[in-house]
Antibody
Framework: EVQLVESGGGLVQPGGSLRLSCAASGFTFSSYAMSWVRQAPGKGLEWVSAFSGSGDSTYYADSVKGRFTISKDNSKNTLYLQMNSLRAEDTAVYYC????????????????WGQGTLVTVSS | SYELTQPPSVSVPPGQTASITCSGDKLGDKYAYWYQQKPGQSPVLVIYQDSKRPSGIPERFSGSNSGNTATLTISGTQAMDEADYYCQAWDSSSVVFGGGTKLTVL
């Protein structure tokens, strides 16, 4: 059974940093792309970042480019999101999502999601 | 940047057919995906590559995609189908979601 468990969320001041983790199990973690998707309170889904299955490419939404860094530790079956220079508009539940394949543009999709971790950016 | 537009809300009586649309420029040239999200829960994939159903998704869920519009159709809608539905497509190497549609079964 595929399981994705996020952690690391919390309250942080504007301009601060936070690192999210996603512990994966139930599948061969190294073979698949992984992604982060967020949802602001009462709002819709927003794709944030992805790490390719081949391990040689990372992708970011324009809204977080230059501030967030995605990484993947296949030895620990864990996906990370380092978030720096946080803003109030980054407040959201952050979901870790498994990609069906290696991140094939146009053909891939999110087949499993974690339960999410809440990040609140406020003074 | 690429945008997907969904109606904010759709209402349907129990047992009837619900149709939720998702519009985007030449969306029919791409694959469309649909996710269901119930209150307090994580999203669940209900349709992939326009019209395919993942294992465990009831047959009453179907999808189509042509021109500028993708459509999620729920036949014989049940109370348990009340949820937010999001369409998704690709814009080059980025993933794009629609704004979501709240389906009310009344």
């Amino acid at each position: 059974e595929v399981q994705l468990v996020e952690s690391g969320g919390g309250l942080v001041q504007p301009g601060g940093s936070l690192r999210l983790s996603c512990a994966a199990s139930g599948f061969t973690f190294s073979s698949y792309a992984m992604s982060w998707v967020r949802q602001a309170p009462g709002k819709g889904l927003e794709w944030v970042s992805a790490f390719s299955g081949s391990g040689d490419s990372t992708y970011y939404a324009d809204s977080v480019k230059g501030r967030f860094t995605i990484s993947k530790d296949n030895s620990k079956n864990t996906l990370y999101l380092q978030m720096n220079s946080l803003r109030a508009e980054d407040t959201a539940v952050y979901y870790c999502a498994k990609v069906k394949g290696g991140y094939s543009y146009g053909n891939d999709y999110f087949d499993y999601w974690g339960q999410g971790t809440l990040v609140t950016v406020s003074s | 940047s690429y945008e997907l537009t969904q109606p904010p809300s759709v209402s349907v009586p129990p047992g009837q057919t619900a149709s939720i649309t998702c519009s985007g420029d030449k969306l029919g040239d791409k694959y469309a995906y649909w996710y269901q999200q119930k209150p307090g829960q994580s999203p669940v994939l209900v349709i992939y590559q326009d019209s395919k159903r993942p294992s465990g998704i009831p047959e009453r869920f179907s999808g189509s995609n042509s021109g500028n519009t993708a459509t999620l159709t729920i036949s014989g809608t049940q109370a348990m189908d009340e949820a937010d539905y999001y369409c998704q497509a690709w814009d080059s190497s980025s993933v794009v979601f629609g704004g979501g549609t709240k389906l009310t079964v009344l």
